[in-house]
């Protein structure tokens, strides 16, 4: 339901991240209409009327009590539910196949990818302003880093986003599940050239990625190792 | 006190009265005086502010087009009407620092504050009128060095009124450089302000309430100000310590927030929103007071859960201080610490709750009177429940990855502070005016620009939910520019639409307060039926207020309804002959 709303999402975790979405939503809707309901029936039925007047009462300790628990509760409930997907997306990196580096700059995202070396940071590195190319159903790591401002790494149709702050080196993940190509804003305000600044995440299917890869004298799918 | 004192005071207060034009509307010491010039400052600046906004949602829904009748500003600022993308980014910094800085803070903590404190606790004045006095005129000069960084060469600060460095701290990237320098020394400046006024609102609370009235006898408007001038004095100094690093940093070569030097660009981010979490509340919590003051003097019924509705407050003002991270979620913070700021940002929602459901509570089998400044009240009410429970979605760490910065946050922050702050504000000059100018306001006139506001703020605000859930990144100068976001650009017309129809609803705010300011219906000394002292002193109070002796309190201030009495209402200062026979 409401499919319309959020872009398609096509990482692995985007559906975890579109759940929590949807039980908030839902929450939060029904408590909306509970809440706008009362008050609209209220100014209803209580609305001035000659001869009304109004009953004299300073509260009700019980009542104070039970909306006090009830939203503590349902809040908890939902920061709980929501730590462990955190934990999943942001303190645990799994093993990955590919390793990529993301160097922002106003106002490019600058992608490095290891050479036949299999490093980074070694003269074969392969760079590419702005364009990202991944196999599907592989983990991707990622390295992000900024040479100005903060910039923010923002791949909406995968549920990812990440500042990349000058002086940090910031590590992330994500695996995509379905080929096609997804854009890539910067989200965090980064000057005049902000608006537009953009790259384009190019997923591709296994064969395509090795042609890729043997193209431009990258390093090839790793076996799966731990960052 | 003794009568000859009282008639001292008087003869005092008289003396005062007879004061020349400069000391009486210039450099007055009267806080009702300080209280209407802080709201002239305030709804100028939001003018100003509303201005700009408009530029900006012209900008978001024809991008690269010509403003009609702006072709006249000259370049670089625009071109033949075009805003450039520098000055647009300027345009949204401005916006949001004047609003916050100048309109919002202005009108609810300095002319409210001001304008109720000393008549709502029976007091003469503030404790120290001087340093009001100054209070004010230091935040005129404020507001001036803001506006003044339009006219300098770069433009103003364009890196967003949260200036994070080192976009804000090293002109080079941002290509602002006297503008930003200016924004610094404007609120450091408006710091000093704040200060001033905000020992003076605490002192004022503690030592100067009249005889009676005890601390748990205050009208929950004073609980709020009060609660807000403690934030204010704890907040504002972190924030003024923040941009003094940050001037350094820009004018004297230190590398505070700069990498290169060993600094830390986070670091700005703490300090920041150390601050920024507290202010958020300090522009809702008076909001958040007013509202409970209106809603029972209009439902004639005594507010539900008097002392839940102050604790929660306090509560808040509590919670405030541990919650600034959750700005953070996705800027490189440790991972760990998002879980800790996520559960501590879901335990403040739990006070917002309690005061929701007691507002609820206040309004169930009351005697609801649809005035003006009720209207206004409500909505409040239903529009801070709908920033509130938004608040929720960004408060989950992941769901946050993918709402954060975008569209989503700025209908979130809409909902707070335009449907939150400002229609509590527009409740409380509807509701105050009488007592400010001794006349009333229009009410038809007012109703009409209450449902005009209320229907284009929803058309404005509401939209931006759905395109932010879309993806849509705040502080972009051409959605036009992105592929995933050309279906969505519909509703940025559809938003920018209602926003100029929403600017132009508030000419009728301007027109009636005008107006009824000089031929408005006199305005008897209680005309709403209130129980609050401010309704015990003459319309409008003179100099020193109370006339004669101060007020004596009795009981709370929401003795409405009461069984004790014939009428509907029971002011705190009416000495009941029973009680007086029971005495003695």
């Known amino acids: 339901m409401l499919s319309w709303w959020l872009p398609e999402n096509v990482s692995s975790y985007g559906a975890q991240i579109d759940t929590l979405f949807y039980v908030i939503y839902y929450v939060t809707g029904v408590t909306f209409f509970l809440v706008q309901g009362a008050l609209v029936a209220f100014m209803l039925m209580y609305r001035h009327r000659e001869g009304r007047r109004a009953t004299y009462t300073h509260g009700n300790t019980a009542l104070e009590i039970a909306w006090t628990i009830a939203p503590a509760v349902l809040l908890v409930i939902l920061g709980v539910a929501s730590r462990s997907v955190w ?29 036949l070396d299999g490093k980074i940071g070694t003269e074969d590195d392969v760079t590419i302003d702005n364009e990202v190319h991944v196999p599907v159903d592989k983990t991707v790591r990622l390295l992000l880093k900024s040479r100005d401002v903060i910039h923010s790494f923002f791949i909406p149709n995968a549920r990812f986003k990440q500042d990349l702050v000058p002086g940090h080196e910031i590590p992330a993940w994500f695996k995509i599940l379905k080929p096609g190509d997804y854009e890539i804003p910067c989200a965090e305000l980064c000057g005049f050239g902000h608006s537009g600044m953009k790259g384009t995440l ?3 299917p296994q064969a395509e990625y090795e042609a890729w890869v043997r193209e431009n004298k990258a390093a090839p799918i790793a076996p799966a190792k731990t960052s | 006190m003794s009568e000859a004192i009282g008639h001292a005071e008087a003869r005092h207060a008289e003396a005062h009265h007879e004061v020349g034009f400069i000391r009486h509307y210039v450099f007055s010491t009267d806080h009702k005086m300080i209280g209407k010039q802080f709201l002239s400052l305030g709804l100028s600046m939001f003018l100003v502010g509303g201005l700009l906004a408009m530029l900006v949602r012209w900008e978001l829904a024809w991008p690269e087009s010509a403003v009609p009748g702006f072709s006249w500003v000259p370049e670089p600022t625009m071109f033949g009407g075009i805003i450039p993308p520098e000055t647009y980014n300027g345009f949204f910094t401005m916006h949001a620092t004047i609003m916050i800085f100048f309109a919002v803070m202005p009108i609810l903590v300095g002319c409210f504050g001001n304008f109720l404190i000393p008549l709502m606790i029976g007091a003469r004045d ?15 000069v404020a507001g001036g060095i803001m506006l003044s960084s339009f ?9 967003g009124w949260t200036s994070y460095a080192p976009l804000s701290s090293v002109p080079v990237y941002s290509g602002v450089t006297w503008g930003q320098h200016l924004w610094c020394i404007s609120l450091i400046v408006l710091g000093i302000s704040s200060l001033m006024g905000s020992i003076n609102y605490i002192t004022t609370v503690i030592n100067m309430r009249a005889p009676g009235m005890s601390w748990f006898r205050l009208p929950l408007a004073i609980w709020s100000l009060f609660i807000t001038a ?18 350094f940093d820009r004018m004297a070569g230190t590398q505070f927030f700069l990498p290169s030097g060993g600094g830390e660009p986070l670091l700005w981010q703490h300090l920041f929103w150390f601050f920024g979490h507290p202010e958020v509340y300090i522009l809702i919590l008076p909001a958040m007071g007013i509202a409970s003051e209106i809603l029972p003097v209009f439902a004639r019924k005594p507010i539900f859960g008097y002392r839940a509705m102050a604790f929660s407050m306090i509560g808040i003002a509590f919670l405030s201080w541990v919650v600034w991270g959750h700005h953070m979620f996705q800027s490189g913070m440790s991972p760990a610490l998002g879980n800790t700021f996520m559960l501590s940002t879901m335990v403040i929602a739990v006070p917002s709750a309690i005061k929701t459901f007691n507002w609820l509570g206040t309004l169930w089998r009351g005697d609801i009177h649809f005035t003006t400044p009720m209207l206004n009240a409500l909505a409040f009410v239903s529009m801070f429940v709908i920033g509130g429970l938004s608040g929720i979605f960004m408060a989950s760490t992941p769901v946050d990855i993918f709402i954060h910065d975008t569209y989503y946050i700025v209908a979130h922050i809409h909902y707070v502070v335009f449907g939150g702050s400002i229609f509590g504000a527009f409740a409380a000059i509807y509701y105050w005016f009488p007592k400010m100018y001794g006349r009333m306001m229009n009410e038809t006139l007012g109703k009409i620009h209450f449902w005009l506001s209320f229907i284009f703020f929803n058309g404005t605000f509401f939209p931006m939910h759905i395109i932010g859930v879309g993806g849509h990144m705040r502080r972009i100068y051409n959605p036009t520019q992105y592929d995933f976001l050309k279906p969505l650009q519909h509703w940025n017309v559809f938003i920018t639409v209602c926003a ?4 132009a609803s508030q000419i009728l705010l301007i027109v009636n307060y005008f107006w009824s300011m000089f031929a408005g219906r006199v305005a008897s000394k209680n005309p709403w039926n209130a129980n609050t002292l401010e309704w015990e002193a003459p319309t409008p109070p003179p100099h020193g207020n109370f006339p004669g002796e101060l007020p004596t309190v009795y009981r709370g201030p929401y003795e409405y309804s009461s069984p004790e009495v014939s009428e509907d209402f029971l002011p705190q200062a009416r000495r009941l002959e029973r009680r007086t026979a029971a005495a003695h």
């Open chain 2, 230 to 247: 403690v934030l204010l004095l704890l907040s504002l100094p972190v924030l003024t310590s923040a941009l003094a690093m940050l001037l």
């Open chain 1, 202 to 204: 190019h997923v591709h």
């Open chain 1, 87 to 115: 934990a999943d997306i942001k303190q645990h990196v799994p093993p990955s196949d590919v390793f990529i580096q993301v160097t922002a700059k106003q106002f490019n995202w600058e992608i490095a990818y290891p050479g």
């Open chain 2, 126 to 140: 503030m404790a120290f009128p001087v340093l009001n006095m100054l209070s004010f005129w230091v935040s005129f």
């Open chain 2, 151 to 159: 006219f300098v060469e770069g433009g103003p600060a364009a890196g």
């Open chain 2, 500 to 503: 100029l129809c929403l600017g």
